[in-house]
């Protein structure tokens, strides 16, 4: 299987700073037809995980542009502009290219 | 817009089976461009896939290695709904189990169902 490793574990964030998450692959999640298989998804307190950035830089309907994915073959990074009050959650990444499909460890994003 | 309402007891016995159930609006358990998973989380396993079935002309199952010969996953057509059963649970699976549509094409998840916390105690 596919072993997504994401850091940090936990980031405090003063609303309106930029945050950055991390996130590296065991292996390469380029295809053949040259898709790059990395989704991120947000757990906010007590819902389940929701889609915020399919392959790897497509924000998923309703996603606000202060968030962002990019990145390449093994390492990804997501980021948000400006961090506001109700961006508070786990976020985790995924690999979509095998099955079985894996997860990050998720990162904490929490309020100063 | 779809929507999957799971359903099912949140409560078992060790070597009982587990059982849920997804109930699905806005598309079909028969869709061409989707496939229907179930995904658990816990906190020493984070989040991990366990099956999936879909439509292609044919029913196709795949499953986690981790509990591939405990788990069965069966599409409902008469009443567009999927389900999950775990045989022979053990406290190991404790854990809160969503249902969720995946879009072939991106291969995302973007639909999940509310979750449902199961726990296995004696």
């Known amino acids: 299987d596919i072993v997504m490793t994401q850091s940090p574990l936990s980031l405090p964030v003063t609303p309106g700073e930029p945050a950055s998450i991390s996130c590296r692959s065991s292996?390469?999640?380029?295809?053949?037809?040259?898709?790059?298989?990395l989704d991120w998804y947000v757990q906010k307190p007590g819902q389940s995980p929701q889609l915020l950035i399919y392959?790897?830089?497509n924000r998923a309907s309703g996603v606000p542009d202060r968030f962002s994915g990019s990145g390449s073959g093994t390492d990804f990074t997501l980021k948000i502009s400006r961090v506001e009050a109700e961006d508070v959650g786990v976020y985790y990444c995924m690999q979509a290219l095998q099955v079985p499909p894996t997860f990050g460890g998720g990162t904490k994003v929490e309020i100063k | 817009q779809v929507q999957l309402q799971q359903s099912g007891p949140g409560l078992l016995k060790p070597s009982q089976t587990l059982s849920l159930t997804c109930a699905i609006s806005?598309?079909?358990?028969?869709?061409?461009?989707?496939?229907w998973n179930w995904i658990r989380q816990s906190p020493s396993r984070g989040l991990e896939w366990l099956g999936r079935t879909f439509y292609r002309s044919k029913w196709y199952y795949d499953f986690a290695l981790s509990v591939k010969g405990r788990i069965t996953v069966s599409p409902d057509t008469s009443k567009n709904q999927f389900s999950l059963q775990l045989n022979s649970v053990t406290p190991e699976d404790t854990a809160v189990y969503y249902c969720?549509?995946?879009?072939?094409?991106?291969?995302?998840?973007?639909?999940w169902g509310q979750g449902t916390l199961v726990t296995v105690s004696s």
């Open positions: 806005g598309d079909s358990v028969s869709s061409n461009i989707a496939t």
């Open positions: 392959l790897v830089s």
């Open positions: 292996q390469s999640l380029l295809d053949s037809k040259g898709y790059t298989f």
């Open positions: 969720a549509r995946r879009e072939a094409a991106g291969n995302y998840f973007d639909y």
